[in-house]
């Protein structure tokens, strides 16, 4: 049962484009909401996050926007670079417990030069 | 840097055989996590510990275990190792709290049952 779903599952996008990935959940428990960047070989690492009470978060070229009543959210990549070729994973954060993450299925990104 | 170490990145087993992957923190955290990886369906939790000999069972558990004895380790078993257990694991480590939001991932092991 994946309570977190990203699309799509593989995107292409030539330099300088924008790259959306979006991802949708349904616990509305749910208060947190990563994105991790993963390159081969290397493990996840924390790109950018946003909490619920905000509707957008911005850190350089990377913009999450979050849509609460619709419960999805996605990840924008401004002028998007080969170098940010890499899968891209959504998570969520329920309020109770441990630090768990829920993942999405993660998304293949390909910028082409 | 929060360093998340996993000992063995390439591992070719035999089905049957015990398994054991281990991995280390170096920044104190109490919450450690497993995590396996497979095209197509994300990363998904086996077990977590939020204390030294504490552990919960993730999403999916079956046919594994794990061995928190100090602060800084974590292992995950292999009890009989399967073909369909052919994956990257990934170990990642956090704070306790909503002051540990991020999770820091090792680098993976990547096991192959034969």
């Known amino acids: 049962q994946q309570q977190v779903k990203q699309s799509p599952q593989s995107l292409i996008v030539q330099k300088g484009g924008i790259s959306i990935i979006n991802c949708a959940y349904e616990n509305t428990a749910f208060d947190y909401f990563p994105w991790y960047q993963q390159f081969p070989g290397k493990g996840p690492a924390l790109l950018i996050a946003i909490r619920p009470d905000v509707s957008e978060k911005k850190e350089g070229r990377f913009t999450i926007s979050f849509n609460k009543s619709a419960k999805q959210f996605s990840l924008h990549i401004m002028d998007s670079q080969p170098g940010d070729s890499a899968t891209y994973f959504c998570a969520a954060r329920g309020v109770q417990g441990a630090q768990k993450l829920v993942f999405g299925q993660g998304t293949r990104l390909t910028i082409n030069p | 840097d929060v360093k998340v170490t996993q000992s063995s990145r390439y591992l070719v087993k035999r089905t049957g055989e015990k398994v054991f992957l281990e991995c280390v923190q170096d920044m104190d955290h109490e919450n450690m996590f497993w995590y396996r990886q497979d095209p197509g369906l994300g990363l998904r939790l086996i077990y977590f510990s939020y204390d030294v000999k504490m552990k919960e069972k993730g999403d999916i558990p079956e046919g594994y275990s794990v061995s928190r004895e100090k602060k800084e380790r974590f292992s995950l078993i292999l009890e009989s190792a399967s073909t369909n257990q052919t994956s990257m694991y990934l170990c990642?480590?956090?704070?306790?709290?909503?002051?540990?939001?991020?999770?820091?991932f090792g680098e993976g092991s990547w096991l192959t049952v034969v």
């Open positions: 990642a480590s956090s704070w306790p709290g909503y002051s540990g939001n991020t999770i820091y």
